[in-house]
């Protein structure tokens, strides 16, 4: 069974910076991206990152966020920095299983921005 486990979501001040982390389980995986959704707006591709290690990121956070991910532990991770009040949101973990041939999702983590 294919799970996405995501971590290190909270309340921060503007400036600071969390480190995001979603554990994935039940199989290996291609493409890993994080999504995020501020309420009553859709869900945007915040980074995405290869197997291979290729990044692709939003406009509005490049710079400032960056994706990796560890293979042989399955997690990928979203540094974030320098966070400002419009990066409140649900951010979500989303990887293509090569087992099952499509997308799964996180179940979210809370980032909270403000003073």
């Known amino acids: 069974q294919v799970q996405l486990v995501e971590s290190g979501g909270g309340l921060v001040q503007p400036g600071g910076s969390l480190r995001l982390s979603c554990a994935a389980s039940?199989?290996?995986?291609?493409?890993m991206a994080w999504y995020r959704q501020a309420p009553g707006k859709q869900r945007d591709l915040v980074a995405s990152i290869t197997g291979g290690g290729s990044t692709n990121y939003a406009d509005s956070v490049k710079g400032r966020f960056t994706i990796s991910r560890d293979n042989a532990k399955n997690t990928v991770y979203l540094q974030i920095n320098s966070l400002k009040p419009e990066d409140t949101a649900v951010y979500f973990c989303?990887?293509?299983?090569?087992?099952?041939?499509?997308?799964?999702w996180g179940q979210g983590t809370q980032v909270t921005v403000s003073s």
């Open positions: 039940g199989s290996s995986f291609n493409a």
């Open positions: 989303n990887a293509f299983s090569k087992k099952d041939r499509r997308f799964y």
